[in-house]
């Protein structure tokens, strides 16, 4: 236990230093489960489970969309550049390019939400909450990659102070917070995540455009193991446009995505898009894991997929236009509809709280969505918006659950 | 046409047969006997015919298959062997176990006095008809004293020979409800009967709609209830034939359902009583859960619960013609060289009961269970309605990335561990720790999956902690004590403390009248 030893031989004091005891108390608890016991009145004995186990197994379940995501940016980009377009060639070009685009998202979201996270603990009083821990790895996964880290700053900022520490902290959100980021930007600095220009990274001006990573550090290494480089200069292929296959469905229907994207590159994922949500395959390995594991709610995400199917068929019956038309379950293809069920409309904050609400909530998430997808012109993808919507009606479904109980009780005697 | 006439035919049919069933049910419910948990329908209730099969021995009675729950498999189950010489030379009441007593009840002993076991020791100030009684005969040895002067705890030195106080005459066959009240209010078994919503002593005035007895005890390292009654037959039976007189309602008794083998006969061939029988999970044994399913308390109703302890002295007041507590007590959990059960008195000293029987660890001595009990030490004593020490180790260690890859096995009814779902039935050495800190409210539906009960605990402790009266009468407030809430306690994510929010809540309640 010498380790243990040296930790609380550094310990600040919590009266001279709050900050810093918060700081403190939050990489120590995370280092070492507490010696807390059971007061004396009450359970004795506590189940294994804790937050930190729940949130960070969440975490556990998007590992596989990281990987992916990461290697999907650089692969987009040499798609878009007409070099290397096989899979696995310059595979060594593509994991460097994906990192140096998603790292950054990455320490920006955490510096910047943490830092506020422990801040208002510190001024609170209390040990840190481990909410931030599953927001901070949900929003790099879905923005675009090329998105400005100021922006990125500023929009988590905006969620973790307006939507959470508002309310109260971990908990008491009524929005979900990394959606709430994302809708910042969305209405704040729509060019940047709007639009066929944005998921494919560094081709803005229709040429590769290169930093210093790549042409110093990473171009001078392969070079000395007499690997292939990054070629800045290289301009896009003709064909390129970048959309997204939504942007082509809303375009010229399920012909015109097809034209462009196959539906297996639209199942595994090769294709432009927000980092995280493109491969399917990589989704349902976490939707398994949050599942099997009984952390997320299958309630929600069952009835979000019979929303969604149900509102497409309607669709397909109605048939005004080529999006319309668009087979029912393609719609699942497309788009980023599994990340957002899984990942977003199950945080168990911000849903409805009851197993009957989350039957309605998850319905009506799927229902909107297909809405705002479809028949909306001015927004390629609903979900973002669909469940935040239903986050703020999620209080009101349950205060309808809660009043039928009520009433059956009163019924009762 | 034939086929026309056939689907005519048919359709008819139909109708006559939902129109019967209607009816059927219509009429059950009007004389009450839907109440009772049979299915009165013609059809066949749909859940029944994917449940399991209804154990043999359980015949016509009402079946109740519980699926929520949780039974935490738990190191340090009693051997099913009684000790039967008596345990135990110091015994105490404790003013401070009876919910919503005066702090300082009026004494009618002093230190020093000799009293024999159903001598009167105090009464409580607010309800003077109550009286507290001797559990033994003896030497009053001290009288402790709390904070603000209030009476903490009685002591009574044991004597070898038991001696009891001669009781007062009661004609059984030809006495009123009102004489057989005041004969038990001057016995002191009054104080054995609890009354629901709050846990309290019942008012002598007060009429319940139905009394519930539960025969077992679901909890982990619960002792086994068949072995309190071996060779006290006679008593229960009188036990309950007396609770009969006490109520124009129901004596039910809720009988164990959930292994292969048939409760002790004393339970399961019970007169004039309604027998219930529930198989499943903890809490199935709780006597909170068993009225939610077949009686459920409304606003303003009042329902008397008492242990098979307390029933077997009301029936030994006739039977033995004497107040007398002997009761079989477990000795449970993990840091009991050999956990079982002993014989002693109501209120035993539990240094008494566990002499030489601990290992040399750590250890935190409780009276109860685990998940509902009270932490003593050796010269604590067992509280009015205990009839269990549990041993657990205490927990006061760190445990280096334990969220994510504890040092050993913990109890959890979380998926998260795979070893816990693969191995289910290993019996897992438990301690104190809390294995994690307290946090705000953020899972939710898990408390629902353990409480078989139609309650949102979650929502209901809102209530509380947001003081909405009516919000916390609605969402059922009423039909929880603390131990039906236990497994919600043990299984939250954000460690909050469940059964001490909804003693609050009961509290405000009881106290706004």
Redesign the interface.
Known sequence: ?A??DFFKKIEPDKKKSPFLHTLYDGFF?F????????????????????????M??VVLAMQFCYLFGTFNIGHQHFVALGQHTGLLEGFHLKLVHGLIKLLPIFVVTHVVGLGIEFWYAARKGH?I???FLVSGALIPLIMPPDLPLWILAISVAFAVIVGKEAF?????NILNIALLCRVFVFFAYPTEISGDQVWVSAVADGVANYGWWHTTVFNGFFESIGWSTFQPGSPVVDAFTGATPLGLAAAGGWEAVTDVYTTSQMWWGTIPGSIGESSKPLILVGVFILL????A?WRIMVSMFIGGAVMAMLLNIWGANPFMEVPWYYQFYMGSFLFAMAFMATD??T?A???RG?WVYGFFIGFVGMIIRVLNPAYPEGWMLAILFMNVFAPLI?HYV?QA??S???K?? | MITLALVAALFLLGVILQVADNMLRIEAKETGADKTGVNYSIFPNFGDMFSPKTPPFVGNAPYFHLKRGFD?P?EGVPHSEVEEAPRGNTFAIQPPNFIGMSPIPKMEVAVGDEVKAGDHLFFDKKRPAIHYVAPVSGEVISIDRGAKRSIARVDILADKEQKHRELPSFDEAEGSREDLVNFLLDTGAWTLIRQRPFDVVPEPTDQPKAIFVSTFDSA?LAPNLNLAVRGQEAAFQKGLDILNKLTEGTVHLGLDARGDEMPAAVYSEAQNVQLNWFNGPHPSGNVGVQIHHVD?I????KVWTLSVHDVLVIGRLFTEGRYNTSRVVALSGSEFKAPRYVRTYQGAKIGDLVKEELTDTKI?L?SGD??????KNEEAFLDFYDDQV?S?E???????????V?SGI????????ATNVIFSDTKIK????????K???????QY?EVLPM???P??LMKAIMANDFE?ME???LYELT?EDL?LC???????Q????ILREGLEEMRLQG
């Open positions: 236990m380790l243990i608890t280092a070492y489960t507490p010696d807390t016991v059971t007061s004396g009145k009450g359970v004795h004995i506590r189940d294994g489970m804790d937050l930190k186990r729940t960070v197994f040990a909450e481990e909410g109260g902290g971990t908990g008491m099997s594991t009984g952390i709610s168990p904050v849903a709280s009851t197993n989350k349950d809660l109980n009520i059956k009780r009163l009762r005697a | 935490i738990v982990p459920p409304n606003a303003g109703e935190r409780i685990l998940l509902s009990g009270v932490q549990t657990v205490e927990g006061d260690h760190y445990d280096m990335f334990g969220w994510l504890p913990r109890p959890s009814v979380s998926r998260t561990y438990v301690d104190t720790n809390t294995h994690g800190e946090r705000a409210f953020v899972v939710t539906g629902e139609d309650i949102y979650q929502h919000r609605g969402l059922g603390e236990a306690e043990f299984a939250c994510t954000s460690k403390p469940l059964q001490a």
